[in-house]
């Protein structure tokens, strides 16, 4: 997930509410509404939240239908100078309010993840405080969880994409588990072989007892393009108007299911 707002009725709480440099008032624009959407108990109409001419401003931009997304540039910094003075009041005084119970329901770091987990920040950070990375890795490890912060550079919000998303992709490949794929057999434990690979108009399956299976043929969105039965050895013949492309083979031969790549070419 690499960094992001964990920590919505702390750490960005203070951001939005408090900062005289926080850079996205967009933030606090689509929470709020989106809120609304759910929780239906924020306003009955947005002009009791938002101030003009931003609570307009505000529906036109996130309409669903016809985004005027270049509105977004005339939000103002801070961003809480949107709201209605008396509104801003009750939250800022009202732990209750619906806005601050929203925030918190909305809260992301208090569970317990079952996989390994990593979050790549950036210190220059200024939409997403950093820290709620540090703060989230800490509450975790607390709970048990296989988790780290880890530093992606000095970098601001969209300079840390790639430096974080790189990261990300180093540290899945070292729990990837690479197949084979070339010009010869392609098997796997079970005894399965599929040949030639890649291909032009068909393979063929060869399967090492006698008892005859089902080959589903998937491209890679999961969508069939063939769909049979086949026997110990036997040729598949796909579609002459069947795309180049990386296919998968799912093959259920006696109760036991196995999934190979294969390549038309």
Known sequence: PCSGPYNLSGILYD??????VYSNPFFIAFGSVSYQYVYQDLYDEIVEMFQSPWDSMILRMLDRRNPESNLRDSLPVPGYLMFQPPYLAEVLSDSLHPL???????????????????LYYCTEDEQIPY??????????????????????????????????LINAKFWFDEYRTSCFIGTEVLADASGVQVFPNPFHDQFTVLLSGTAPGRLLLTD????????????????????????PGTYVIRLEVGGQVTQVKVVKE
């Open 220 to 243: 890679l969105l999961g969508r069939p393009v063939y769909d049979g039965a086949v026997r110990q050895e036997q040729q598949v013949a796909l579609p002459a108007d069947l795309p």
């Open 15 to 20: 951001s939005m509410f408090y900062s005289q």
């Open 100 to 118: 601050n119970a929203a925030i918190r329901d909305n809260d992301l770091y208090d569970w317990l993840p079952q996989a390994p987990v990593r």
């Open 131 to 164: 820290i709620n990375a540090l703060f989230t890795a800490g509450h975790m490890a607390g709970l048990g969880a296989d988790i780290d912060a880890v530093n992606a550079g000095p970098f601001d919000h969209f300079a840390c994409t790639p430096f974080a």
